[in-house]
């Protein structure tokens, strides 16, 4: 009984968490965007067009929301269990097929950065085509990566020829 009343709380709690968390990024993004200060190096938004800035700010929530649990807020990944996306030599030369195992998940032998993972990565179909966009800009504008926005158009393009077979 007294759980049931502790739920609903906590979620507010979380609901306004995230909010403040976006709040937060808006924030820096303005920011960063008028004085490039290196107060926090660890964490530079990378410039661009309003549209990029949104992808990417929705990008970063969406990893930390269904990706960081496995491949870790920093992206390092964990042991050999699950492979690195931040350095990955794997992210850095398959765009496409990141693309599609986000929305498929992947099993079978990977080779990322010279190690080898057989695991699984479950299929997330609740993603849009969106928000896989905003995911993968977000990947490849973090962690040294500059490559500008990853546009939905090409994303839905690329959803249709995926190799589900191989994942
Ligand atoms: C439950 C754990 C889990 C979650 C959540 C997860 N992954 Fe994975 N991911 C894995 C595993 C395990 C592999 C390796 C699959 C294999 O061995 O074939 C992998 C592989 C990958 C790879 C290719 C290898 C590499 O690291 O370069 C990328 C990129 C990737 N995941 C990105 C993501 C993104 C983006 C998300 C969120 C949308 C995500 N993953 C969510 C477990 C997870």
Request: aromatic share 8%.
């Amino acid at each position: 009984m007294a759980q049931n009343k502790v739920e609903p709380q906590r979620r507010k709690g979380a609901k306004k968490n995230a909010l403040r968390l976006c709040a937060f990024a808006v924030q820096t993004a303005l920011l960063l965007s008028c004085t490039p200060s290196k107060t926090d190096t660890s964490k530079t938004l990378p410039e661009g067009s309003p549209k990029f800035q949104q992808y990417y700010v929705h990008g970063e929530e969406l990893y930390l929301r269904y990706c960081s649990n496995c491949h870790q807020k920093n992206g390092a990944g964990l042991a050999r269990l699950y492979p690195p996306v931040a350095t990955s030599d794997y992210v850095d030369k398959n765009k496409d097929a990141v693309i599609c195992l986000i929305r498929n998940g992947k099993s079978g032998p990977l080779i990322v950065n010279g190690i080898s993972f057989d695991k699984l990565m479950q299929p997330i179909p609740a993603l849009t085509d969106i928000e896989i966009a905003e995911i993968a800009t977000y990947l490849y504008n973090t962690w040294n990566r500059r490559e500008g926005i990853v546009e939905v158009q090409h994303v839905s393009k690329v959803l249709t020829s995926c190799d589900t077979a191989s994942q």
